[in-house]
């Protein structure tokens, strides 16, 4: 079991920069995959990037790629995702999750975050 909390959402102005975090509990996160996913209002949850367990590995999808990082530390079982140039498009509840591989789909993964508001204003 891994329980998945994210923080560090909130407010920018097009074109600044956020960072979500994604505390994990348990002391097996270092063997999961971690993806995010965001849900803007009225539309479905989409893939936005995902971290293989080593942190070597990392996939975006394109309206992200060259503007958000995914990254990892193990020791304190806590992902990352650095959004910079952010967009008023990008606004959404962004979700971290725990699944055995980085994959691009929701069912990938077994385990969800609460999940945590972003908001881009232009």
């Known amino acids: 079991q891994v329980q998945l909390v994210e923080s560090g959402g909130g407010w920018a102005q097009a074109g600044g920069s956020l960072r979500l975090s994604c505390a994990a509990s348990?002391?097996?996160?270092?063997?999961?995959?971690m993806g995010w996913f965001r849900q803007a209002p009225g539309k479905e949850r989409e893939f936005v990037a995902a971290?293989?367990?080593?942190?070597?590995?990392?996939v975006y999808a394109d309206s992200v790629k060259g503007r958000f990082t995914a990254s990892r530390d193990n020791a304190k079982n806590t992902v990352y995702l650095q959004m910079s140039s952010l967009k008023p498009e990008d606004t959404a509840v962004y979700y971290c999750?725990?699944?055995?591989?980085?994959?691009?789909?929701?069912?990938?993964?077994?385990?969800w975050g609460q999940g945590t508001q972003v908001s881009v204003s232009s």
């Open positions: 971290i293989s367990w080593s942190g070597a590995r990392t």
């Open positions: 348990g002391r097996t996160f270092s063997s999961y995959a």
């Open positions: 999750a725990a699944g055995s591989a980085a994959g691009i789909t929701a069912t990938d993964y077994d385990y």
